[in-house]
């Protein structure tokens, strides 16, 4: 069955680093690729959407890239700041061009001042 | 403020009973979305509507229905509650069918719980 793990542990990084967050897929070719910030108890927001044949994506400080060949999704905060504390979604398209978005379970990120 | 609004904000019933989540999409958004996030599912989509037609659906249970208005609110009825079905309900809005590619907008949500 298809499967999108993004790594259940948080992640706490000190301000002004670089934060990673992986998004893996296993089982299906998604012709695109999401990534949401859901903060508590509020809806999640729509970041980035970067399709199969764009290897990266830029938006300031955000960047997604998309290896089709190893299922594999990262998303880079650079400058973090403690404002990007919050909980990163990725969400792939796995119904077979109905545009449905499947979505991760999401990973944590704290940034320390 | 994503421009969606979502009605009640707090939900508290008896398993047994009968609710009725409320969305107004964006204006202007043809396509609203409903998923339901709770901590051991993550977020799941439920089912979606155009203009007013079902477009697809997905995980949703029998006891669960949905519709959209002319005046493109919509409307998620849960029947016969259960304790599992308390969670958040999320309704997202975007301007098109292919949802996509298109920037969805999500709701405040609406916190359900089930005694």
């Known amino acids: 069955s298809q499967k999108i793990e993004q790594n259940s542990e948080a992640l706490n990084i000190q301000e002004g680093k670089t934060a990673t967050l992986t998004c893996n897929y296993t089982?299906?070719?998604?012709?695109?690729l999401q990534w949401y910030r859901q903060d508590p108890g509020r809806g999640p927001v729509f970041l980035l959407l970067i399709r199969e044949n764009e290897k990266e994506k830029r938006k300031e400080r955000l960047k997604v890239t998309f290896d089709t060949t190893l299922k594999q999704s990262l998303f880079h905060i650079t400058a973090s700041q403690p404002a990007d504390s919050a909980t990163y979604l990725c969400?792939?398209?796995?119904?077979?061009?109905?545009?449905?978005?499947?979505f991760g379970r999401g990973t944590s990120l704290i940034v320390h001042p | 403020d994503s421009g969606v609004t979502q009605t009640p904000k707090h939900l508290i019933t008896a398993t047994g009973q009968r609710v009725t989540l409320r969305c107004s999409p964006r204006?202007?958004?043809?396509?609203v979305y409903w998923y339901q996030q709770s901590l051991d599912q993550g977020l799941q989509f439920l089912i979606q509507y155009y203009n007013g037609e079902e477009r697809a659906k997905g995980n949703i249970l029998e006891r669960f229905s949905a519709q959209q208005f002319p005046d493109l609110h919509s409307e998620l009825n849960l029947s016969s509650l259960e304790l599992g079905d308390s969670a958040l309900y999320f309704c997202?809005?975007?301007?098109?069918?292919?949802?996509?590619?298109?920037?969805?907008?999500f709701g405040p949500g609406t916190r359900l719980t089930v005694l």
């Open positions: 969400a792939l398209d796995i119904s077979g061009g109905s545009y449905i978005p499947t």
């Open positions: 089982n299906y070719s998604p012709a695109y």
């Open positions: 997202a809005s975007s301007p098109h069918l292919a949802g996509f590619t298109d920037t969805q907008y």
């Open positions: 204006s202007g958004d043809l396509s």
